[in-house]
T-cell receptor
Framework: AQSVAQPEDQVNVAEGNPLTVKCTYSVSGNPYLFWYVQYPNRGLQFLLKYITGDNLVKGSYGFEAEFNKSQTSFHLKKPSALVSDSALYFCAVRDQAGTALIFGKGTTLSVSS | NAGVMQNPRHLVRRRGQEARLRCSPVKGHSHVYWYRQLPEEGLKFMVYLQKENIIDESGMPKERFSAEFPKEGPSILRIQQVVRGDSAAYFC????????????????FGSGTRLTVV
């Protein structure tokens, strides 16, 4: 069965510092991996995805994520955090035969000025 | 170029009433997915539909919940005899048809319907 784990409920960083939001996954076969962001009372916005190719994926708003097959991880990163990055971040996975995305529980990112 | 449209945005129902949530997918998308987000929890997959077919309903509660995606019109998530535990945000997503390009495509989410059962 597919599953996603986001081990941190909350991540706190100061503006200008690098940020990492962790995600590990479990699927049979090769994974398709996604990151979404949710602002209060809003829907989910797509940030980036890994399908195949380079392990470092660049996405919207300066975010990037690194696919690590041996560690089954897909951590979200940004070199310099902004206060406006404060939101709820979801990692999601599906396998090649799957259909729906399976989401982690989400990590709340709080960036202080 | 509208995205996924969900309505209503907010829905209040008394216990025992029926709730009907609507989702219009992105134009050209033939796959629809429903998710539920409970307070302090992540998104839980409920059901995956294509036009006139339920493909995967493994996340749907066995009773009171049903979903459809007719040939014409929006997808409907229906909750009969609502209870307080049904209070949640319900999100719809759509994607292109499955196929090589479709598998590489993303899933577009609507802004959700927030159901409150009083």
């Amino acid at each position: 069965a597919q599953s996603v784990a986001q081990p941190e409920d909350q991540v706190n960083v100061a503006e200008g510092n690098p940020l990492t939001v962790k995600c590990t996954y479990s699927v049979s076969g090769n994974p398709y991996l996604f990151w979404y962001v949710q602002y209060p009372n809003r829907g989910l916005q797509f940030l980036l995805k890994y399908i195949t190719g380079d392990n470092l994926v660049k996405g919207s708003y300066g975010f990037e994520a690194e696919f690590n097959k041996s560690q089954t991880s897909f951590h979200l990163k940004k070199p310099s955090a902004l206060v406006s990055d404060s939101a709820l971040y979801f990692c999601a996975v599906r396998d090649q035969a799957g259909t729906a995305l399976i989401f982690g529980k989400g990590t709340t990112l709080s960036v202080s000025s | 170029n509208a995205g996924v449209m969900q309505n209503p945005r907010h829905l209040v129902r008394r216990r025992g009433q029926e709730a009907r949530l609507r989702c219009s997918p992105v134009k050209g998308h033939s796959h629809v997915y429903w998710y539920r987000q409970l307070p302090e929890e992540g998104l839980k997959f409920m059901v995956y539909l294509q036009k006139e077919n339920i493909i995967d309903e493994s996340g749907m509660p066995k009773e009171r919940f049903s979903a459809e995606f007719p040939k014409e019109g929006p997808s409907i998530l229906r909750i009969q005899q609502v209870v307080r535990g049904d209070s949640a945000a319900y999100f719809c997503a759509s994607s292109p048809a499955t196929g090589r390009q479709g598998q590489l495509g993303g899933y577009t989410f609507g802004s959700g319907t927030r159901l409150t059962v009083v």
